[in-house]
């Protein structure tokens, strides 16, 4: 099935081809993106590679809309986080996706273990996350906030290092980094706290 990187966007605008094209060239970046399919609307998908070749990634637009693939995407999404931690993360989820509009998945291929492929990568995802409001997710680590902060715990128990979290404090973020293998800090972000030891954002 493979490995996906997704942006939840509010707008159901389609992000300009150029626009994702000129955020290579902004960063200096050696990669080319080709339109593999389109219509009236806009591209449906893409293919992002190397100048050698090698393929990063596929980008899939999904629009959401009645009975649509985007909106069976919600809807399953709906079902994963029915359990989530923090609690408060998943419910805010919850209400969030009813104003998703467009589903952008980003499907990594093998190419990502090439030269600089994850920052290639990264600069077309934030072109596309950057063009309406959106959320953040990835694949065996969870959702963000539209500020970027992680969110929603689905990180495998094995995880660590440091990491930008955010939990809810009333209808606000409180922004911090944490480590993700100690557990005391771990346990306190599942039951939607700030972890004693975190340093604030």
């Given at each position: 099935?493979?490995y ?6 509010t ?6 081809f ?26 449906n998908?893409?293919?992002?590679i ?14 959401v ?24 993360a998943a ?22 273990d090439?030269k600089n ?7 077309v ?11 953040l ?19 495998s ?23 993700l ?21």
């Amino acid at each position: 099935m493979g490995y996906y990187v997704r942006v939840f966007s509010t707008s159901s605008e389609c992000v300009p081809f150029d626009e994702l094209k000129s955020a290579l060239v902004d960063n200096s970046l050696k990669a080319e993106i080709q339109c593999e399919e389109e219509d009236e609307s806009g591209w449906n998908q893409l293919l992002l590679i190397h100048k050698d070749g090698r393929e990063i990634a596929v980008i899939e637009r999904n629009p959401v809309f009645d009975r649509s693939l985007g909106e069976e995407e919600i809807e399953e999404f709906l079902e994963d986080i029915e359990d989530g931690k923090p609690a408060s993360a998943a419910k805010w989820l919850k209400e969030y996706f009813k104003k998703i509009k467009c589903i952008y998945a980003f499907q990594v291929l093998s190419g990502t273990d090439h030269k600089n492929d994850w920052e290639i990568l990264g600069a077309v995802k934030e072109a596309v996350w950057n063009y309406g409001p959106g959320i953040l997710q990835a694949d065996s680590e969870g959702f963000s906030n539209e500020e970027g902060y992680h969110i929603l715990w689905q990180f495998s128990d094995s995880v660590d290092g440091n990491w930008w979290m955010a939990v809810l404090d009333g209808k606000s973020w409180k922004n911090f980094e944490m480590d993700l293998g100690n557990k005391d800090q771990r346990a306190a972000f599942l039951e939607g706290k700030v972890p004693i030891g975190a340093n604030m954002a």
